[in-house]
């Protein structure tokens, strides 16, 4: 279909990297659902830093949609629930994808995939009010599906002042098109939901962000949004540039409104939202049923068969493998994410989590090895290519002399980590590795630098309590000692008791 006037043409930025589309993903991959695997180890800590508790013990039996843990720090996280019935055979904390350890619930799948009896029935749009809607979303533990798994209630915020619905479906890292194949899928369910959320928002419009390459997702769209008709969804078409799915540089390449820094993007009147978590939201409105599984895409050269797969929560890496075909290689490397940004996954025995959009699989042989680091010539490709405008060669200086204070004067703290300066720097510099590791440094120091703060105040607290004490008593002594003074008979007794007690005392040591 051709571009209409109510699509929006973004033109290629000048930051960036325009990977070439791999022929095998020209059209998206095919997506394949996978059968319930025997066991399910199903993540209650989604996020670093987040303390969770589980609801069942070992022994119980659960059902599909029955709440299984729960953040106990933020109540707008939400519920974890069963991907399937069966039986919990361990409560207990081992590592996932993107995390050193979470206590995960392990079930033994019945097959029956029974639902949870008490699940809510679908819920009326013409009456619910924005309230309702938006603590149903928070209760499903419904999360952005983009990766950041940012509790999809929190964004969802009638009270902010919120003109623009931005779904995004870019999906800018190459190789990853899982959103790609359920908005080919199942557009009708991505618009629902975003309508969804425009209710509870009260925003005006809603911008649809797709890649402009991706024709076939296009299409599938461009139909949909014709069938339902709303003259407040407009298609917006992207270059096909990494990063241009992230938050901060979508916002600015369809709005060309910059987030400040420290800033966050509802603050210039825009919320962005992952495709697949208004897919989310439709399906749990519609049917009362929290999400249980994800489209994860397996890719790679160390892979018989690049496919999307359709599975169930806390399935096993290995089982879904085996699903795709199994492994092209005998020795491969795993990671959670695309080869710009994905994180190391140690072994295949890991559950599949909501943040796995993609396991990239290479082969062993395939991997290049890590050229010798050369001095900096200043080129500067690395600040044409940084979507945030950084000038990564300065901050490499600061970086390696732990000048933190330029560090900050220079917005480290802006760096998304995305890898562009990696990719281009001809010296072959781990510039966003350096950066990773200084911002976490800075992280460190603030921490240290507030501890220590808030002991000099306990300190001043403790002492001025201390004086307090001191100088109370102190008054209390003075005027204990002016009434003996100005009374000459009861000092006469004063002193009458205290040799006394003297003398007893000696008499004790004879």
């Known amino acids: 279909m051709p571009v209409t006037t109510s699509e929006i043409q973004i033109a290629q930025p000048t930051w960036g990297i325009a990977f070439p589309r791999p022929a095998v993903d020209a059209g998206g991959l095919p997506l394949r659902v996978m059968p319930l695997p025997d066991r399910l180890v199903v993540a209650l800590q989604q996020n670093p830093g987040i303390a969770v508790k589980a609801l069942v013990k070992v022994g119980a039996l659960v059902a599909r949609g029955e709440p299984i843990g729960i953040t106990a720090e933020n109540a707008f996280a939400g519920h974890i629930h069963a991907p399937s019935s069966g039986r919990v055979v361990a409560v207990e904390s081992q590592p996932v994808p993107g995390l050193p350890a979470s206590l995960c619930v392990h079930i033994e799948v019945d097959h029956e995939d029974r639902l949870w009896e008490k699940l809510k029935p679908r819920i009326d749009l013409a009456s619910a009010s924005t309230t309702d809607l938006r603590t149903a979303i928070a209760s499903a533990g419904i999360v952005g ?6 509790p ?34 199942r557009s009708d369910e991505v618009l629902l939901g975003a309508q969804i959320m425009m209710q509870i928002l009260g925003a ?30 407009r298609l917006a078409l992207l270059p096909p540039v990494y990063p241009a799915g992230g938050e901060a540089q979508l916002i600015q390449l369809l709005n060309d409104i910059e987030i400040p820094a420290g800033g966050l993007p509802w603050e210039t009147g825009h919320v962005c ?56 290689s005998a020795a491969v490397q795993l990671s959670m994410g695309g080869p710009m940004m994905g994180l190391a996954v140690a072994n295949d025995s890991l559950p599949v ?44 200086s600061a970086q390696r002399t ?43 120091i603030a921490f240290e630098r507030r501890r220590a703060e808030k002991a000099e105040l306990r300190f001043a607290a403790r002492s ?47």
């Open 204 to 233: 005006q419009e809603c911008l649809v962000a797709l890649k402009a390459d991706a024709k076939p997702a296009l299409d599938a769209m461009r139909t949909a949004l014709e069938k339902l008709g709303d003259k407040r969804m």
């Open 353 to 396: 989590t909501k943040a796995c959009n993609c396991i990239y699989i290479q082969a062993e042989e395939s991997l290049v090895t890590q050229p010798t680091e050369l001095p900096c010539i200043r080129c500067g490709d690395c600040a044409v290519v940084c979507p945030v405008m950084l000038s990564p060669q300065m901050l490499l």
């Open 273 to 328: 939202q992952n495709v697949a978590t208004a897919a989310a939201v439709a399906r749990f409105i519609s049917t009362g049923e929290p999400p249980s599984t994800r489209i994860v895409t397996l890719t790679g050269s160390g892979l018989r068969t690049p496919v999307n797969v359709e599975t169930r929560i806390g399935t096993s890496i290995s089982d879904l493998v085996e699903f795709a075909g199994g492994y092209a």
């Open 402 to 444: 732990n000048d933190f204070d330029r560090l900050s004067e220079l917005g480290l703290d802006a760096c998304v980590e995305c890898g562009c300066c990696d990719y281009v720097c001809p010296s072959h510099i781990p510039l966003t590795a350096g950066f990773t590791e200084a911002k976490q440094q800075q992280r460190d």
């Open 152 to 185: 999809a209630s929190i964004k969802l915020d009638p009270d902010r002042q919120v003109s623009s619905l931005i779904l995004n479906g870019v999906e800018c890292e190459p190789r990853i098109n899982c959103d790609d194949a359920l908005i080919q899928h």
């Open 145 to 150: 599906l983009g990766g950041a798994l940012f």
């Open 464 to 510: 001025a309590r201390q004086h307090t004490r001191e100088s109370t008593a102190q008054q209390a002594l003075d005027a204990q000692t002016a009434a003996i003074d100005s009374d000459p008979v009861k000092n006469k007794n004063v002193l009458q008791e205290l040799l006394a007690r003297v003398n007893k005392q000696d008499k004790k040591k004879e």
